[in-house]
């Protein structure tokens, strides 16, 4: 609360610390609402102008992260609808379509085997790819295309959580979702960028 | 997910974001941990998946464009001079 207590008096440096920790990620989360960069960042000044006007009435009964994301999302969600761009985040309350088998079922054994889903095509270690490629500009791009490819609802739960560093907790409060359902999403979402990994890595 | 006895590869393969956000019932992760330490194949499953998630940290940018830090900041001197 002490950064709040600081924006309240009119802080400067707490606002400019507040715009560390989150300006960035804010930025990124917005991004996955509407269709272009320039409104997503009218879409973090205005988070910020409702911030800044309701921190008076911040209580602290949810983290100040927790509210600034939830003030974010709304705020984007709106700018989206408005832009005409109806983004599937129904998804968010339940039943994205589920997208099938995590590893396409060829790679197991079939049930006329004596090992019956076991693999027959198994993944190989990558500890032997040295680190200099697998956190070079192109394989990042290769996870980042394979992030924006994604549903909406998991590309937004994949980003805050493996990008952007959220907590499980973190992203249920923001997003206002269930456990099953933020760990459902992320599931998927990791699932197909390891495999746009792997096909790209082999 | 309930499992019987031995679990096999493909249902590992689904239980492995449960499993990293220790999520799994005891019973299921001591079986889930049990079938690694004798699977190479799903072992390395385990290591990409970890793998895919640091790359993933990777593409994380800590600072804003500077014109918007700048506007954040005027509209922050705009409300606190009243």
């Known amino acids: 609360m002490r950064l709040v207590e600081a924006l309240r008096g009119g802080s400067e440096a707490a606002f400019r610390e507040l715009m560390r920790m989150y300006g960035a990620s804010m930025l990124r989360v917005a991004q996955l609402y509407v269709r272009s960069r320039a409104v997503a960042e009218e ?8 911030v800044l006007k309701g921190i008076v009435r911040f209580e602290g009964r949810s983290s100040l992260k927790t509210w600034l994301f939830r003030i974010l999302t709304n705020t984007a969600k709106t700018r989206g609808e408005r832009e005409g761009r ?36 198994p993944p190989s270690s990558w500890a032997g790819e040295p680190e200099e490629r697998l956190l070079a500009g192109e394989t990042l791009e290769v996870v980042q295309a394979a992030i924006d490819k994604l549903p909406p609802a998991q590309a937004l739960v994949i980003t805050m959580r493996d990008i952007e560093g959220f907590s499980a907790d973190e992203v249920c409060n923001a997003l206002e979702i269930s456990e099953t359902n933020q760990r459902v999403l992320l599931h998927r979402a990791r699932t197909r960028v390891r495999r746009a990994l792997e096909d790209y890595l082999s | 997910m309930r499992l019987d006895r031995e679990l096999t590869c493909a249902q590992l393969v689904e239980l492995v974001t449960d499993y990293l956000e220790q999520s799994l019932p005891v019973r299921d992760m001591e079986r889930f941990e049990e079938h690694l330490a004798f699977c190479g194949g799903c072992a390395a499953y385990l290591e990409q998946m970890r793998t895919t998630i640091v790359v ?24 606190s001079t009243p």
């Open chain 1, 86 to 121: 109806t983004v599937p985040f129904s998804a968010l309350a339940g039943a994205e379509q589920d997208d099938g088998a995590s590893v396409d079922p060829d790679r197991f054994l079939g049930p006329e085997e004596r090992f019956p889903g076991h693999w027959s095509a």
């Open chain 2, 56 to 79: 993933a940290g990777r593409l994380r940018e800590r600072d804003l464009p500077p014109e918007l830090e700048e506007q954040l900041l005027e509209a922050f001197r705009g409300w």
């Open chain 1, 43 to 50: 879409v973090v000044q205005e988070t910020w102008l409702a």
